[in-house]
């Protein structure tokens, strides 16, 4: 294992500092989704987090150890680039701390992320499609507005807070085989795999990933990063970006296999969500689901009973639902 950008330390931290803010999120179980895979499964209810996704410890414990030393906070300005779900939880996290966000988002995210961004204080910027325009967009605001810029998934005290997650779920079920959690900038799997392995050095992590955007499977293969050239077409819109590099080596060295799954496999999960278990659970949380339900993970020994799969979020755009299900 090479030299990493955050310690078990820093996760050890982050679960005092997100305590007061933060809900110790659920565990849920089904005997029907347990018939459907072969195994005991238990769903990390993220969706149930404030702002509805895991996205709100990573920017809590960020935000925090940023400004809450700092008496005068009025010229204290922060801008990232999301898909909905982070640009939520830092424009909540801002308005708490007294300090301005910016979130660059695509002009053709769905209006229910903007509006749920917008409505939680945040000031959004649009830009065009693509890692290129998003970047180019984050850098002209935080020079125009002096603001710090903060990665959804890249930011070590981001990945720290994210990676509360894995103590949590080993505190409410310690003897579990294996977690799946879903990847995209790969923050959340990167800091579950920093406490899960620490806690319990022989648990396996898998990660889950839309077959339409699956530059960690490719990279997993390859054994280097191998970004994605465009902007991938998948339901699952919170896994649109690639692996990045502070947190490719933890995935690399800590993750058992990458777990990839078709479009019709996340809506099936989706469906299976609302139908068995009376959740409203986003394409990207389902992403893990259809993983577990996957001929590839019930091919793994059997001697992986007891599954932790994290639902990380739930917010869902409702309009397009329909159109998923038919």
């Given at each position: 294992?090479?030299?990493?950008?955050?310690t078990y330390?820093?996760?050890?931290?982050?679960?005092?500092?997100?305590?007061?803010?933060?809900?110790?999120?659920?565990?849920?179980?089904?005997k029907?989704?347990?018939?459907?895979?072969?195994?005991e499964?238990?769903?990390?209810?993220?969706?149930?987090?404030?702002?509805?996704?895991?996205?709100?410890?990573?920017?809590?414990?960020?935000?925090?150890?940023?400004?809450d030393?700092v008496?005068?906070?009025?010229?204290?300005?922060?801008?990232?680039?999301?898909?909905g779900n982070?640009?939520q939880?830092?424009g909540?996290?801002?308005?708490?701390?007294?300090?301005?966000?910016?979130?660059v988002?695509?002009?053709?995210?769905?209006?229910s992320?903007?509006?749920?961004?917008?409505?939680?204080g945040?000031?959004?910027?649009?830009?065009?499609?693509?890692?290129k325009?998003?970047?180019?967009?984050?850098?002209?605001?935080?020079e125009?507005?002096?603001?710090?810029?903060?990665?959804?998934?890249?930011?070590?005290?981001?990945?720290?807070?994210?990676?509360?997650?894995?103590?949590?779920?080993?505190?409410?079920?310690?003897?579990?085989?294996?977690?799946?959690?879903?990847?995209?900038?790969?923050g959340m799997?990167?800091?579950?795999?920093?406490?899960a392995?620490?806690?319990?050095?022989?648990?396996?992590?898998?990660?889950?990933?839309?077959?339409?955007?699956?530059?960690?499977?490719?990279?997993?293969?390859?054994?280097?990063r191998?970004?994605?050239?465009?902007?991938?077409?998948?339901?699952?819109?919170?896994?649109?970006?690639?692996?990045?590099?502070?947190?490719?080596?933890?995935?690399?060295d800590?993750?058992?296999?990458?777990?990839?799954?078709?479009?019709?496999?996340?809506?099936?999960?989706?469906?299976?969500?609302?139908?068995?278990?009376?959740?409203?659970?986003?394409?990207s949380?389902?992403?893990?689901?259809?993983?577990?339900?996957?001929d590839?993970?019930?091919?793994l020994?059997?001697?992986?009973?007891?599954?932790?799969?994290?639902?990380?979020g739930?917010?869902?755009?409702?309009?397009?639902?329909?159109?998923?299900?038919?």
């Amino acid at each position: 294992m090479g030299e990493y950008c955050l310690t078990y330390k820093d996760v050890e931290e982050a679960v005092e500092r997100i305590k007061p803010a933060a809900h110790v999120t659920p565990i849920m179980t089904s005997k029907t989704m347990d018939g459907l895979a072969g195994r005991e499964l238990f769903f990390k209810c993220e969706l149930f987090q404030k702002c509805g996704a895991f996205k709100f410890r990573g920017a809590y414990n960020a935000l925090s150890k940023l400004v809450d030393n700092v008496e005068d906070r009025s010229g204290i300005k922060v801008v990232t680039y999301s898909s909905g779900n982070f640009g939520q939880a830092l424009g909540l996290i801002a308005r708490m701390k007294k300090i301005q966000a910016f979130v660059v988002m695509q002009n053709n995210t769905s209006q229910s992320k903007i509006s749920a961004v917008e409505g939680y204080g945040a000031k959004v910027v649009f830009c065009e499609p693509g890692e290129k325009a998003k970047e180019a967009m984050k850098n002209k605001v935080a020079e125009e507005q002096d603001a710090i810029y903060i990665s959804t998934s890249q930011n070590p005290d981001i990945i720290a807070g994210a990676g509360t997650l894995g103590i949590e779920i080993l505190n409410q079920v310690p003897d579990l085989d294996a977690i799946v959690a879903p990847v995209s900038g790969g923050g959340m799997l990167a800091g579950i795999c920093i406490a899960a392995k620490h806690i319990k050095p022989d648990i396996k992590i898998f990660a889950a990933e839309p077959l339409n955007a699956d530059d960690c499977a490719k990279s997993f293969a390859a054994k280097k990063r191998i970004p994605l050239p465009d902007v991938p077409d998948t339901i699952a819109d919170g896994l649109r970006a690639s692996v990045g590099p502070n947190t490719w080596p933890i995935i690399k060295d800590n993750v058992e296999d990458v777990i990839t799954v078709t479009e019709e496999q996340i809506v099936q999960a989706i469906k299976l969500m609302l139908e068995r278990m009376k959740i409203c659970v986003e394409p990207s949380a389902c992403v893990a689901v259809a993983a577990v339900l996957s001929d590839k993970f019930k091919a793994l020994p059997s001697s992986i009973k007891r599954v932790g799969i994290i639902l990380s979020g739930g917010n869902l755009d409702l309009s397009k639902l329909s159109t998923w299900l038919r």
